[in-house]
């Protein structure tokens, strides 16, 4: 579960990024998280990740205090957040496999348990014939595939896909999207941030619209409130 509790961020800079935002995503949800450039999507994201800090109210996510959390534990808390970033930032000289599997690696996973995973969750984003593919040799799409596989991988309670579709065509924008969801009724909590209102309103789902720092509106359905 992600909970947010009048919460507000200030950089040093004197930007005030957040003011006053409060919201609940429970385990198991799907929520898009929508508003322009600068509104406070990054933020968000940020904090979720333990990244940065709130400079006041109460930032909870998967039973971690945000605001008082020890840096000792901050890669116990990321482990349970998977995230699925725009520009796919897979290691270009590695196969489709090795990326994936990298990410295991780096939690101290066995050989036995990378054999045994890789294969299942390329399986689910589709991408089982192409373990062997590098990265240049696959669609946008197909990448983004892989990414998602990457965020998978380590069974995180809670993915963010950070503007998932920013790169792609529609027809592949909605692919992504589809399979997020597919991600999500297999039980993985996902919140996804963008600005495409289009895409948003392809899909029922809920909507957290934020703009100037402050939450707009919580709620199902499309949001057309804000100009991107």
Do not use: C
Not at 46 to 64: D, H, W, Y
Not at 75 to 81: E, F, S
């Amino acid at each position: 579960m992600v909970q947010f509790v009048n919460v507000f961020k200030a950089y040093e800079n004197g930007i005030k990024a957040l003011k006053d935002v409060s919201f609940t995503l429970e385990d198991g949800e799907f929520a898009f998280l929508v508003g322009p450039s600068g509104s406070g999507k990054s933020t968000i994201i940020k904090l979720i990740t333990g990244e940065i800090m709130p400079t006041a109210g109460k930032v909870s996510v998967n039973g971690f205090d945000l605001d008082t959390i020890k840096r000792r534990k901050l890669p116990k808390l990321r482990r349970t957040v998977g995230v699925i970033f725009q520009d796919f930032r897979l290691i270009e000289n590695k196969s489709v496999y090795e990326n994936v599997a990298f990410a295991m690696r780096i939690v101290g996973a066995s050989n036995k348990e990378i054999k045994q995973r890789v294969p299942y969750v390329l399986g689910l984003v589709g991408l089982e014939s192409k373990e062997k593919f590098k990265p240049n040799e696959l669609s946008g799409g197909e990448q983004q595939r892989v990414a998602v596989a990457r965020a998978l991988i380590n069974n995180p309670t809670l993915i963010i896909a950070d503007e998932p579709t920013g790169n792609l065509d529609p027809a592949r924008s909605l692919e992504i999207l589809m399979l997020l969801e597919k991600i999500n009724e297999l039980g993985t909590t996902m919140l996804v941030v963008t600005h495409e209102k289009d895409v948003v309103n392809q899909f029922s789902k809920r909507v957290i619209a934020i703009d100037g720092g402050k939450v707009l509106s919580d709620g199902l359905g499309g949001y057309y409130g804000y100009e991107a």
